[in-house]
């Protein structure tokens, strides 16, 4: 649960952020920036700020923006009937995101994480992506990322979007946003 | 035909607009910019540079420079066996973008066509789309697109390209890009 002022002002700082960057977005899209806090009502350490382009059947297109030090907790898109799970291309574009992956773990990684929501980070190689640096996904993959010392804005072009299916590793998360009247 | 030097000179010239719009782009993404004349060796007029960012089976990403004035002309993309035809969606970052549809003819259109191609442009319905608009396009649609008077960057999300699969209106038009040697 986040309260409206706390919903307002990350709305705010991801208008300012991708204005700084030189991002246009209409006046509609800066009305509906989600602001995810994942039901953890954390969200200066865990939390993500999207606008949506376009999600059609067949191909999504977001921005993404982290602010220095957000996390977005880590999770997986599954297949569901016949359909592949999303793939998705996450590419940098200002500041600097790191991206966690399944494989060998990363020795000193940059991420950090909460200690308390320790166990729900479980996979830690590292990919460092700077401005115009990108990652692409395969369907199912684990994955979390962090924004950087100066957050980050991150467009992540894929194909469908159905955040409701996604599964995240911290049984606690609820990915719907859920705003207090 | 293009020659060495004028694909190199288009080269640096969409470098040099994608960096005055604050979007960075890898050395390796610098140096293989595509510069499309359509095989009709008039690039200011007719031309597009394309940054293809990802480009996998289900969904791609590029970044689309138009400079002042420049088109690209009419095409669509066909369903091929039991795929249906690529869906894009075009959202301005900078400049102004000119789009055209099947629909009424627009009045006193802002585009404007070489005389002796005007045959070749036969969609008329006009799209003006501003940095921040964006517009998508079913498959097998006709359209074509212009920059406006400062030129135009454009991404463009979409489905899987298979840009050797375009249907021109214009019979002499040769996708694929051939450089003088």
Redesign the interface.
């Known amino acids: 649960m986040i309260t409206r002022e706390e919903f307002a002002r990350a709305q705010e700082r991801t208008a300012a952020t991708l204005a700084a960057?030189?991002?246009?977005?209409?006046p509609e899209?800066r009305a509906s920036i989600e602001v995810a806090d994942f039901g953890l009502n954390d969200l200066e350490r865990i939390g993500l700020e999207i606008i949506v382009?376009?999600n059609?059947d067949?191909?999504?297109?977001k921005e993404l923006v982290l602010f220095p030090g957000q996390i977005c907790p880590q999770h997986r898109h599954p297949s569901i009937d016949l359909e592949?799970g999303k793939?998705e291309?996450f590419?940098c574009?200002?500041g600097q995101v790191y991206l966690y992956l399944p494989g060998e773990a990363t020795p000193n990684p940059k991420g950090f994480v909460p200690a308390e929501r320790a166990d729900a980070f479980t996979v830690w190689n590292e990919v460092i992506l700077n401005?115009?640096?990108?990652y692409?996904l395969l369907p199912d993959t684990w994955h979390w990322f962090q924004g950087g010392p100066e957050g980050a804005i991150v467009?992540e072009?894929?194909?469908r979007s159905r955040d409701d299916a996604d599964i995240f590793q911290d049984m606690q998360i609820q990915r719907a946003p859920e705003v207090a009247e």
Chains 1, 2 share one sequence.
């Open positions: 960057a030189g991002i246009v977005i209409t899209e382009y376009v059609t067949r191909c999504c297109a592949p793939e291309t590419r574009r200002a401005p115009g640096e990108q692409t467009s072009f894929s194909t």
